[in-house]
């Protein structure tokens, strides 16, 4: 194996909601070019962590360090621009606006042109325009829903849905992308699709983070798996041995 | 038939005046839900302003036509930086507070600017310079300006380049993404704050021109003059549709014709009992009758799913 490179460092994140601990100093490390799994029963602080890493929630101790910087996670925004794009649980797409649009929207931070230019309508911006919606249809491409680029995203399928949420994450040039359960709801069929999917984006050189239920494509895909319970990591590891764990069962299970 | 025609001309002007107020509403309202009620007063300040250029200018022997232009641009610029340090001042603090708190703001600043003008204009009408030569056209027995038809054509051309900006444009994008749900805008790496700035600093450019266009037309301007032309214009976003671009526009023009319909012919409807001086009621019978059976207003969904 390659030597490994840490991309992102959690250190003892914590976050409560009144007196539920959603996150007991939960540390963790994800390394460059790997993919892995977050998993865990319903409940057990998955899509907090998520939201604690892209500052949609201020986690109320602990820190991260992405990419060998501090996070200063106070605006979402600025999770984007350090190289975290992130998809969502509940699939939020822009509804009215259509699929290249979504994507073209996720082009907005690599991107400069500023209002003068979007009313001069100089060659520069002209030219950068030209190229975000090329980059855009590339993207489409890549997660194969090219031909539905002009529809409505409130008009595609489910499946097509989340291609596109994962499209318009790429479109931000993430250097990690985190996934929250992009299978739910998928058949077998698009489940494996998905697999591609991911295994293609890992290789293009992006680090994915996956939340995910369906346990079968976790074990499948991911290089190395943490498992939470109740806020708490009870366990990391590679698959074969997280499955083994007994804690891990316990918590699946139920004790 | 004259009475109709001459009135749909006058509604039109009006309605376009309507239009590019209503967007100012809609835009702020669409993306994050405040009715600016300190919007009329913006529009108030670049009439002011757009009258103390043109007249100190009035002597200077420069062509009419530049100064009207001078005056019209300083107004835009001077509004845009208003709309700005109202948002930064007078909004940004409350982003997150409930949302009657920056309403009751907004009709603070309402007062404030008012006031202010009050002190720098004075309390007397004042008479807005006429600076382009006014040439009367006849058509089929109904008269209008070359005021008028300058108003009604500028106002088409900003619609047009405006639609263009919010459908097109990268920032226009970013606009419209931030009014369907500002935290995955956020996430995509728009920066909101500057996407709200914007929608604020656009809102108010609109304004001074609809502002000097009034001015123009009616040759007066007054430091009160805001409340009642933004209330309308507020109407006129109500019915298209608040939140709704296309229906601002659509709901000022119509507005617009039925006011000028109703000043038209509330006199022979009620045997002169009434008198086109009461067609202020119209603007607001309409805003009642949309709140009561179509409060979406025309264009039914807002432009953004508000989560």
């Known amino acids: ?37 977050l998993i865990g029963p319903n409940g057990a602080g998955k899509t907090t962590f998520f939201n604690c890493l892209t500052g949609l929630y201020r986690n109320e101790g602990g820190h991260f360090v992405f990419d060998g910087v501090k996070l200063e996670a106070d605006a979402p925004h600025k999770a984007a621009e350090v190289g975290i794009a992130r998809t969502f649980q509940n699939i939020r797409l822009f509804g009215n606006m259509t699929a290249i649009e979504n994507v073209m929207v996720g082009r907005h931070l690599r991107t400069r042109a500023g209002v003068f230019g979007a009313i001069s309508r100089n060659s520069a911006t002209r030219a950068e325009e030209a190229a975000i919606a090329r980059r855009a249809d590339e993207l489409l491409h890549y997660v194969g829903i090219q031909e539905r680029s002009h529809d409505y995203a409130r008009y595609l399928s489910y499946g097509d849905q989340r291609r596109l949420e994962i499209a318009r994450a790429l479109a931000t040039e993430p250097k990690l992308l985190a996934l929250d359960e992009p299978a739910a709801g ?24 996956l939340i995910e239920h369906d346990v079968k494509l976790v074990m499948g895909l991911c290089d ?16 074969a041995i997280v ?8 918590a699946y299970l139920g004790g | 038939m004259d009475t109709l025609l001459q009135q749909l001309i006058n509604g039109l002007t009006l309605g376009a005046v309507y239009a590019l107020v209503a967007l100012g509403y809609t835009m702020v ?71 009657l708190t920056p309403l009751i703001t907004a009709i603070g600043m309402s007062i404030v600017l008012q006031n202010v003008a009050m002190i720098i204009w004075g309390r007397n009408y004042i008479t807005f310079p006429p600076m ?52 995955v805008a956020q996430l995509m790496g728009v920066d909101i704050d500057r996407v709200i700035a914007m929608a604020f600093i656009i809102g108010s450019a609109l304004g001074a021109l609809a502002g000097c266009m009034v001015g123009s037309y009616y040759e007066i301007a007054h430091y009160q003059m805001g409340f009642m032309l933004g209330l309308k214009a507020f109407t006129a976003a109500v019915l298209g549709g608040i939140g709704n671009m296309a229906g601002a526009m659509a709901g000022g023009l119509l507005l617009g014709i039925i006011e000028a319909l109703g000043a038209g012919y509330i006199g022979d409807l009620t045997g002169n009992f009434l008198g086109s001086h009461y067609q202020d009621i119209f603007a607001f019978m309409v805003l009642i009758v949309v709140l009561m059976f179509r409060p979406s207003g025309l264009f039914g969904e807002r432009t953004g799913d508000r989560a």
């Open chain 1, 1 to 37: 194996m390659a030597e490994q490179q840490t991309l992102l460092a959690a250190h003892e994140v914590a976050k409560h909601f009144g007196g539920v601990k959603a996150l007991h100093d939960v540390s963790l490390t994800i390394h460059r070019g790997e993919i892995y799994g």
């Open chain 1, 186 to 209: 998928m058949n077998g069929t698009e489940t494996e699709a998905l697999r591609v999917l991911v295994e293609g984006i890992r290789r293009d050189g992006v680090t994915v983070l």
């Open chain 1, 224 to 239: 190395r798996v943490a498992v939470l319970d109740y806020g708490e990591k009870i366990c990391e590891d590679v698959p």
């Open chain 1, 243 to 250: 499955q083994k764990d007994a804690r891990v069962i316990e």
């Open chain 2, 29 to 99: 309202y669409g993306i994050i839900g405040l009715i600016n009620f300190a919007h009329g007063e913006v529009v108030m300040i670049g009439t002011m302003v757009a009258f103390t250029i043109i007249v100190s200018l009035a002597g200077s022997g420069m062509p009419p036509l530049l100064i009207l232009s001078v005056g019209l641009l300083i107004a835009v610029v001077a509004c845009m930086v208003l709309g700005w340090g109202l948002e930064r001042v007078a909004y940004r603090p409350l982003r997150h507070a409930p949302r």
């Open chain 2, 132 to 183: 382009i030569e006014k040439q009367i056209y006849e058509v089929a027995g109904a008269s209008f300006t070359n005021v008028q038809v300058a108003i009604v054509v500028l106002a088409a051309l900003v619609m047009i380049g405006l639609t263009y900006l919010v459908q097109r444009t990268r920032m226009g994008m970013a606009m419209r993404a931030t009014a369907q749900n500002q935290h």
